[in-house]
């Protein structure tokens, strides 16, 4: 069986893309980085199916011409392969702004009402002509039936998005997956759900919340839809390219945002933490300074200042103890317990891992 990855998912505003959320997708590694690549899979989704697709050649293609009649292996539109399509390609027509790739369109557009297409995705928000004008922009028409067929055909549809998947003749580094098998059981039952970098120079809760300055856009609102059936949330640290500090949280009747919390807690690396009080404890933490995914024991002076882990961000920043040129800074204690910011068993980490457990349904 052929394994494709998603590189790219192109969304019309009205349309409740549950599965994608409602933006478009765009895997920046994949596409920008476009090597070893054996077929190119392009599909338009309509009703939550994937109603046509088209397979083409990768190999010796790149990024921007991989969509071209003559790397075609099959379509679902049985005239495509043998017909000479007008346009045929992502950046196609350039001179008339009302239609934008990806389009296969035959014949010649020398009158708006004889053009008939397979696909077009317009992408204006005013075009020319009356067979794609819309309420809102992009949108894509495609030919539900067999062949080619004119724009204003009964038989032309809007799909609810188009896709475009990879399938590589080898992974480098082998086929990436969101499960791992954390602990060596033999089951990849832990989804990788987020990653907090140290000195990157992102605010780490915004990314977390919204995924501002993220690659992989991820909305609030799709993960607010999809965190559902959590058994069990491991909150870990990494340094020096381990994880050194693990901490499970109790995911039942949990949301994304509010988990991260003491009576959530099942157990922790720091075995007085779950004992202790906490004058913080939560994703959240304190706004004013900027602090998050903080847990503080003491919270006052700056040299009274103790805890278990936090995140600074850029400034304000009134505590010398986090002082840093570049921002975010991960602070932890190494030892099994809180210790002081200032003068305790404390190390910068790499980064924070978050990964999600499912219930067994």
Not at 272 to 277: E, K, Q, T, Y
Request: glycine share 6%.
């Amino acid at each position: 069986m052929r394994s494709f990855a998603l590189v790219l998912a192109l969304l019309p505003i009205f349309v409740d893309w549950k599965a994608l959320c409602t933006n478009h997708y765009r895997n920046d590694d994949a596409l920008d980085n476009w090597t070893n690549i054996r077929e190119v899979l392009y599909g338009l989704v309509d009703n939550g199916i994937l109603v046509k697709v088209l397979r083409f050649k990768g190999a010796g293609s790149n990024y921007l011409n991989w969509m071209s009649k003559n790397r075609l292996i099959e379509s679902d539109w049985e005239d495509l392969k043998f017909a000479k399509p007008n346009f045929f390609g992502l950046v196609e027509n350039l001179n008339e702004a009302d239609v934008s790739p990806p389009s296969l369109r035959y014949p010649s557009p020398s009158s708006t009402t004889t053009e008939a297409v397979w696909t077009v995705t317009v992408d204006k928000e005013k075009p020319a002509c009356i067979w794609e004008r819309n309420e809102t922009y992009p949108y894509f028409k495609y030919v539900a039936g067999q062949k080619y067929e004119n724009l204003n055909s009964y038989r032309i549809r809007s799909a609810q998005a188009i896709v475009v998947l990879l399938n590589y003749m080898h992974f480098p580094q082998g086929e990436p997956s969101e499960y791992h098998d954390l602990f060596r059981t033999g089951e990849k039952e832990c989804r990788f759900a987020f990653r907090g970098t140290a000195k990157v120079g992102q605010l780490v809760y915004q990314a977390y919340e919204t995924g501002a300055e993220v690659k992989d856009y991820m909305e609030a609102t799709c993960k607010t839809d999809n965190w559902k059936n959590i058994d069990q949330i491991l909150f870990g640290i990494i340094h020096k390219g381990k994880m050194v500090k693990t901490n499970f949280f109790n995911g039942e009747r949990t949301n994304y945002l509010d988990w991260f919390q003491p009576e959530y807690l099942l157990n922790s690396s720091w075995y007085d933490l779950p004992i202790g009080s906490q004058h913080f404890f939560s994703i959240i933490g304190n706004p004013d300074l900027k602090r998050r995914f903080y847990i503080e024991r003491n919270f006052g002076a700056c040299t009274d200042d103790a805890g278990w882990v936090v995140v600074s961000n850029k400034p304000p920043r009134p505590c010398p103890w986090e002082d840093s040129e570049i921002f975010p800074i991960i602070k932890f204690t190494a030892g099994p317990k809180a210790e002081n910011w200032s003068e305790g068993d404390v190390l910068e980490a790499d980064a924070f891992v978050i990964f999600l457990k499912y219930k067994k349904l």
